[in-house]
């Protein structure tokens, strides 16, 4: 079945409504990253039936396109983000953006732009978010998961936690996703790309790999 799944997995485009919500909102996910992404999800979905988990919800970019292939499963995307921004969304670095700040604590809060976010997709009901730190999220997880995508924390101690904290719940046939891979230090931080070449050393195979996205399953 999963093989079906794979096959299929270049055909699963989202429904137009749902990729213009994803176009206009705020965050870091490329159109054909989204894309590639969404095929990924929607294959994962499909083949296992289980939620689909990010780390690193931000403003609900990414997890739209999660949400929408877990809708069309029967299944729910989970994603978990603390909300107070990555290292280089903060205060005079250069991924921030001022509007997300909460006036009232003096730190950047991405939830209420998130929960609009999904709520102007209408798909608040196929998401559970979980608020705090992905190491904590991981240690009190019980389930199995379909799909792991990982596009949080850019340092090699937040990578590193997210891959050994999130990968012990994947399920056998279910598809690990890495956002932020670059081989060329030229091109971007190197944490991500160490936790893809661990996974490639510790038995995932590259199902495919589109910009900065790499799409891996267990061998
Ligand atoms: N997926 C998003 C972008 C995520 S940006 C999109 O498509 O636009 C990375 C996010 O990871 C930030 O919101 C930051 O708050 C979160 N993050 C970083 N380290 C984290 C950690 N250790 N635990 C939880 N969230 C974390
Ligand atoms: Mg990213």
């Known amino acids: 079945m999963a093989d079906t799944a794979q096959a299929d997995a270049g055909a699963r485009v989202p429904a137009a409504e749902v990729l213009a919500a994803f176009e206009s909102a705020t965050g870091f996910m490329p159109v054909d990253e989204g894309l590639a992404l969404y095929a990924a999800a929607a294959g994962a979905a499909a083949a296992t039936g ?15 396109l999660l949400a929408d292939a ?12 603390h909300h107070r921004g990555s290292e280089e969304q903060q205060p005079g670095w250069e991924y921030h953006d001022a509007s997300l700040v909460d006036p009232e604590v003096g730190l950047m809060d991405t939830l209420p732009r998130f929960r609009r976010t999904l709520h102007a997709a209408g798909l608040e009901q196929h998401v559970i978010a979980l608020v705090g730190r992905s190491p904590q999220v991981a240690a009190v997880w019980g389930g199995q998961l379909g799909l792991v ?11 590193t936690a997210d891959y050994e904290g ?5 399920a056998p046939e279910g598809l690990l996703v890495i956002h932020d891979v670059f081989p060329d230090p030229a091109d971007g931080g190197q944490a991500p790309y160490r936790i893809y070449l661990r ?4 038995g995932f195979a590259e199902v495919s790999a589109h910009g900065s996205l790499r799409v891996l399953r267990r061998r």
């Open 50 to 64: 289980l939620p689909l988990l990010e780390v690193g919800s931000y403003c609900g970019r990414s997890t739209i």
């Open 70 to 81: 877990a809708r069309q499963a029967g299944t729910v995307a989970l994603t978990v983000d």
């Open 149 to 159: 995508f990982v596009d949080g924390g850019h340092t090699d101690e937040h990578a």
């Open 166 to 170: 999130w990968v012990p719940h994947l």
């Open 199 to 202: 996974a490639l050393a510790e």
